[in-house]
């Protein structure tokens, strides 16, 4: 079946450093992509979005890269911070108003 | 900042038993979700309802479950004979879905933890 999966289950970051957590995506027909980090009890929370007619965006502190020709998305994190601990889920969607398919997770240990 | 909100937080429930779940979407959305995490797992996408109808569900979405919008504020799951493997943390969603697109934010709630003895 279709699945999105991610390459590094557990990540631990020294304070101040970046980070950057990977995705793959094998649908190749999902034209949204997006990141969200839960904190543990928490529900997911929306971090950054991409839609597919863009190679890369940016936030506050956060990029989200998308290549579509290896199927591979990243979220880059600059100085990451101790509030930056937590789960990160990529996500992939259809067009449409279709549901969200989520990732395995991240764990992001920031070490002060 | 609008939230979705979810009720109780916690359901102890034994096996068998019916179990609803509460969830107050984000009050100017028009399309719901439930979602489902089991413990160290990654979140799986239960039913998504719009317009007073499930409009996709998923294949852990069997005759046991079912979703209502009793008013026009909350959005329920109902169990109606839960199993153990039905233990996880129940995540209500809500989106505008005004983009045309479907790329409107799916704004989640902060779960309900389910657990079935």
């Known amino acids: 079946g279709e699945s999105v999966g991610l390459h590094l289950p557990t990540l631990s970051v020294q304070e101040g450093d970046n980070s950057i957590i990977n995705c793959a995506y094998s649908?190749?027909?999902?034209?949204?992509f997006i990141w969200y980090k839960q904190e543990s009890g928490k529900g997911p929370q929306f971090i950054i979005d991409?839609?597919?007619?863009?190679d890369k965006r940016q936030g506050q502190r956060v990029t989200v890269l998308l290549n579509k020709t290896v199927k591979h998305l990243s979220l880059q994190i600059a100085a990451t911070q101790p509030g930056d601990s937590a789960v990160y889920f990529c996500a992939e969607k259809r067009p449409g108003n279709t549901p969200l398919v989520f990732g395995k997770g991240t764990r992001l240990s920031v070490i002060a | 900042e609008p939230e979705v909100t979810q009720t109780p937080s916690h359901q102890v429930t034994q096996m068998g038993q019916e179990v609803i779940l509460r969830c107050v979407p984000i009050?100017?959305?028009?399309?719901f979700y439930w979602y489902r995490q089991i413990l160290g797992q990654k979140v799986e996408f239960l039913v998504s309802?719009?317009?007073?109808?499930?409009?996709?569900k998923s294949e852990i979405f069997d005759d046991q479950f079912s979703v209502e919008r009793p008013d026009g504020s909350n959005f329920t799951l109902k169990i109606r004979s839960t199993k153990l493997e039905d233990s996880a943390m129940y995540f209500c969603?809500?989106?505008?879905?005004?983009?045309?697109?479907?790329?409107?934010?799916?704004?989640f709630g902060p779960g309900t933890r389910l657990t079935v003895l």
């Open positions: 309802f719009y317009n007073n109808e499930i409009s996709e």
């Open positions: 969603a809500s989106s505008a879905g005004t983009s045309g697109r479907g790329t409107d934010t799916q704004y």
């Open positions: 649908n190749s027909a999902s034209d949204y």
């Open positions: 991409i839609r597919s007619n863009m």
């Open positions: 009050s100017n959305h028009l399309y």
